[in-house]
């Protein structure tokens, strides 16, 4: 059954839209013709195509599962190891500890809520999230690119290769979503900051003025509003979610919950106070970034969801001061400076074990070597039962995966509220499908659950999602609405029957909006179609012929029909 949430019908067309037409789609996925970014839907329809080859048929939201699940489960937990290998890159570690680490760190990376599970129950904000798990390569990339900069001797080609690496998975980061643009400046702007000389930290914070500009003027152009001058009216409907120290705790105990998370707040002072007192000169730099890039990910998330105004909306607007893709940001900051902390911790006690092999009981003659072997040992063993642990005692992540299920669930009508999908809507679907062919158009709100009716039956619907813009070539949505709306019968034929002149058009009511769906702005536009006066007279004039009759389907179906515009098919 497809995920019942507000975006998840655009995927599953976007995906579907790949697979009909190939890559030549992958830059005007949404119905009016514009651009969404592709990448996860092009991941989703290639695995149906791989799939196809053996013969085997999966469903859109297989596809959808299933890239879902490789992103999330497999391509994110191993870019967080591959972007641990860099700060452990420079440690002289122990075989076993690395070992230990390697196994730790892709579990951990998926310990929390805050990503990759938060995102697939809001919205799902799937695209977004798809860019957020492949992040980590981008920022391994960048950071063996500033390596490369500050090599002693300067090595053009090795310079040039990792320019061209670090080019190239930025360029699958925008396929996979824009907006993870901020996300990438606000971890690395500290590493840059500290670690380039100051010709290069004026050119990069050039490029991000231009970006931003650029940024700007798009907005300005595409999205015409008199409140960009004004940003404390930006945001108007926000509302706080969080006291300060409760947004701080959720930030350093990286969203989970209880004596897990509080035991992961310790650990995380232990290991950001180690990663400094402990490292090398050479490699402080480093330790000091990621714990600027912490606290940066913490100011950005506390002003969202704590404090209202003008400066809260300007920081957090890249983010559209929305809680959700902020707080993917939090297991990203947090996993590498605690991986760092305690290999930090595990070096420095191997190298005091080491001399007091040669030095009889020198270490344990120093407060200092005993407090770091202790350390070591108590954080290494709080790591693995913080890490154990957060699989079974997690409740936030319990929370997301019953919203999810609960999402994919299609059950019987209660009369309580107004479900996207019901057992009786599923039957009209199918049998409204089952008359109209799949290659008829029909109009109905989309958010009455019938933009469904696409993924699930493959029925040619006008609206096959909440959202599909009037702007460019989706000029029809608006025009069909309006026409609609004028009670004109020829002007309404007239915007109808061309739609596809080779099959019948169709126009299909289903009750009312969604409750679920209540939260979007543009709810209005739709409003002409439950007009039952509009519609009687369009049935009274001849306009519109009634095919089925739905009444009798269940308890509140009560006016659900199927209805044909007479364009003389």
């Not at 090595?155 to 907006?179: E, F, K, S």
């Not at 909440?466 to 608006?478: D, L, V």
């Not at 309404?492 to 289903?510: A, D, H, R």
């Not at 709810?523 to 001849?542: E, M």
């Amino acid at each position: 059954m497809p995920l019942q949430s507000s975006d998840a019908p655009a995927h599953y067309y976007f995906i579907e839209k790949l697979s009909e037409q190939g890559l030549g789609a992958a830059m005007h996925l949404w119905p009016h013709g514009g651009f969404y970014p592709p990448l996860f839907h092009i991941l989703a329809s290639s695995i149906a195509a791989v799939a196809s080859l053996f013969g085997a048929h999966i469903s859109v939201y297989a596809a959808f599962s299933a890239a879902w699940l490789i992103s999330s489960g497999i391509l994110f937990p191993l870019g967080m190891l591959l972007l641990a290998s860099y700060v452990l890159h420079d440690l002289e570690l122990p075989i076993a500890a690395r070992v230990a680490l390697t196994i730790i760190v892709p579990v951990l990376s998926v310990s929390s809520a805050c990503h990759p599970y938060t995102l697939l129950d809001a919205g799902p904000l799937i695209a977004y999230g798809f860019a957020t798990s492949l992040l980590p390569y981008l920022m391994y990339a960048s950071l063996r690119l500033i390596d490369a900069i500050m090599v002693k001797p300067f090595h053009v080609r090795n310079l040039v290769i990792q320019l061209c690496v670090t080019a190239a998975t930025g360029l699958v980061l925008m396929l996979a979503h824009p907006r993870i643009a901020f996300t990438y400046a606000l971890f690395m702007l500290p590493f840059i900051i500290l670690r380039l000389p100051w010709k290069f930290i004026v050119s990069a914070f050039a490029v991000i003025m231009c970006a931003g500009g650029a940024f700007a003027a798009f907005m300005l152009i595409t999205f015409k509003s008199e409140r960009y001058l004004h940003p404390e009216t930006w945001f108007h409907s926000h509302q706080p979610s969080k006291t300060l120290s409760q947004a701080l705790l959720f930030v350093f105990q990286n969203g989970l919950d209880g004596m897990v998370g509080i035991v992961f707040c310790a650990l995380l002072l232990i290991c950001a106070a180690a990663s400094v007192a402990l490292t090398k000169q050479s490699a402080r730099r480093n330790a000091i970034a990621l714990i600027i890039a912490l606290l940066l990910v913490a100011l950005v998330y506390v002003l969202t969801v704590t404090f209202v105004g003008a400066l809260p909306n300007i920081i957090s607007a890249p983010w559209y001061r929305d809680e959700n893709r902020i707080v993917t940001m939090i297991p990203l900051a947090i996993v590498p400076l605690i991986i760092y902390g305690i290999g930090t911790l595990l070096a420095c006690a191997t190298q005091t074990l080491r001399a007091s092999t040669a030095y009889v009981n020198h270490w344990a003659q120093s407060a200092r070597a005993r407090i770091i072997i202790g350390l070591a040992a108590l954080c290494s063993i709080a790591l693995v039962a913080v890490t154990i642990s957060a699989q079974y005692v997690n409740p936030a992540r319990e929370t997301v995966a019953t919203h999810v299920l609960e999402k994919t669930t299609v059950a019987g009508s209660d009369g309580s509220e107004i479900k996207q999908l019901t057992e009786e809507k599923l039957t009209v679907l199918k049998n409204v499908v089952t008359r109209t062919g799949t290659d008829a158009t029909i109009i109905s709100d989309p958010m009455n659950g019938s933009m469904y009716a696409t993924s699930l039956y493959d029925a040619t619907m006008l609206y096959p999602i909440m959202n599909p813009q009037s702007s460019g070539k989706g000029h029809i949505f608006a025009d069909v609405e309006q026409a609609f709306a004028s009670g004109d019968s020829q002007r309404l034929l007239t915007t109808v029957c061309p739609i596809n002149p080779k099959e019948p058009e169709y126009f299909l009511t289903m009750g009312g909006q969604a409750d679920s769906l209540q939260s979007f702005p543009y709810k209005a536009q739709y409003d002409t179609f439950h007009d039952a006066a509009t519609i009687n007279g369009y049935v009274n004039n001849g306009t519109l012929t009634k095919v089925k009759d739905y009444s009798s389907v269940g308890s509140d179906t009560k006016d659900w029909a199927l209805y044909q515009f007479n364009c003389g098919d």
